[in-house]
Structures are given as structure tokens and as C-alpha cells.
């Protein structure tokens, strides 16, 4: 998709600043490219480099701030089977690895770094809603049937923390915050109250209206998917 052009009344003097909720963004990524699920991690990094770029039309790049977790890698047990899993062989576990020596070759790219939290084995919906209706027992359960609950801490607040000390130091001028997430208005809201333009990609996704009224722009540059 051709860039427009920014009219003369938007072009800052200082640069831009893109920060990417690397979940949000690669969710989103198998949804709006096609193919986009059997796309290596060279691929998809050169294709968020190639897209994240598609924002600046003369203007200069502070830097692309990429947040993310390293990949789970304990070995738990399977309720199930008995069996040890070693979640650092899974195929999750392997691609996050490789996606993220990708971004670290990359021009003006650093990785912000949350951490994964285990949790419990958790017990697939339909089967819980059969378990619940009496259609199955436990005792008909597959190891298939169970997955570990994983959960993502500590990214949301360095994001937050960013936009705060970007926005405090006068570094930039603009900020384009690739997300979805309306837990990031109170960040938008400083930053606009410090005079920073600050502008959404959704990626095209349906978004809250309390961050929609929040921001300054809305704007993506990825393919426009057949459906949300």
C-alpha cells in the first residue's frame, strides 16, 4: 500500500518513535498477510520492518522499540499422560527464538523484553463445556485435551514507561504505537498533553472507543483483511 503523503501542517521537526506490542502484532500479522501463518520469522521481520517504515514520509526514525517475551523453556508434565514436555522444543518456543535474532540485525531495532509465566494445565473449552454437561468423564481425556496456561507479564508497563520518559525527554515529535489495547489511553493521553502527535496502527483491527478518543490519528499500512 502506497504511503500518503503528510500534509504540511503534520511534518515535526524531530523523529519518530514506533513501538510495537509484539504479541498484538504477530496475532495480528496471520490474520492480514496471506499465508501469514506459514511465513518463516525472516520473513515476518522483514515484512514488519518493510511495514513499520511505510509510517515515515521524509520524516527521521528515533528508533523501533519491539516488546515481546523470550520463549517459555520449562519442562512440565502433562496431567494426562505423565509425560515431561519440554516447552523449549515446542514450535512457539523455537520461532520466538529465531524471531527475535532476526530483529537484532535490524537497523534502529531494540527488543524490550518482558517475562512468561507458567502457570496450570488447563483443560480445553468444548471439552470443559462436555465435562460440565456430562457428556464425557475425565477418565475420557487425551493429553491433547489439556494445555499449560501461559501468561505474558511486565510488557504493558515497560510500554508504558516508554512513552512516559520518550514523551518527558522531548525526543520525539510523534509516536506510532502498533496495538490494539485500550489499557495504554492513560500513555496516550500524557503524551498528547505533552504536545506529542501520537497515532495508531490497529492492523486494521476494531479498536475501543475509549482509546479511539485518545489518539491522534489511526493509520495502517499492512494488507486490509476480508474480515476484523
Not at 523455537?94 to 531494540?110: D, P, T
Not at 456430562?134 to 504493558?156: H, M, R
Request: glycine share 4%.
Amino acid at each position: 500500500m502506497a504511503p500518503n503523503t503528510i500534509p504540511e501542517y503534520l511534518k515535526l521537526d524531530k523523529p519518530v518513535a514506533i513501538l510495537v506490542d509484539g504479541a498484538f502484532f504477530l496475532n495480528r500479522y496471520r490474520v492480514v498477510y496471506p499465508n501469514g501463518s506459514t511465513h518463516t520469522a525472516q520473513q515476518i521481520a522483514k515484512q514488519m520492518y518493510t511495514m513499520l517504515l511505510s509510517h515515515l514520509q521524509g520524516e527521521k526514525l528515533y528508533r523501533i522499540l519491539f516488546y515481546d517475551c523470550p520463549p517459555f523453556m520449562k519442562k512440565v508434565q502433562n496431567p494426562i499422560s505423565k509425560q515431561p514436555v519440554d516447552m523449549s522444543k515446542t514450535p512457539t518456543a523455537i520461532f520466538r527464538q529465531e524471531f527475535h535474532k532476526e530483529l537484532k540485525k535490524m537497523r534502529k531495532v531494540a527488543i524490550r523484553l518482558g517475562y512468561l509465566k507458567g502457570f496450570d494445565w488447563k483443560i480445553d473449552p468444548v471439552k470443559t463445556r462436555d465435562l460440565l454437561n456430562g457428556k464425557i468423564q475425565l477418565s475420557d481425556l487425551t493429553e491433547n485435551d489439556v494445555s499449560y496456561d501461559i501468561q505474558q507479564k511486565g510488557v504493558d508497563i515497560k510500554i508504558g514507561l516508554d512513552i512516559a520518559s520518550i514523551t518527558q525527554k522531548k525526543l520525539v515529535d510523534r509516536i506510532i504505537l502498533v496495538s490494539g489495547d485500550a489499557d495504554f489511553v492513560p500513555v496516550a493521553k500524557h503524551a498528547r498533553r505533552e504536545g506529542v502527535d501520537f497515532v495508531l496502527d490497529p492492523m486494521w483491527k476494531h479498536i475501543d472507543e475509549s482509546l479511539l478518543e485518545h489518539v491522534d490519528g489511526i493509520k495502517s499500512y499492512c494488507p486490509k483483511p476480508t474480515y476484523p
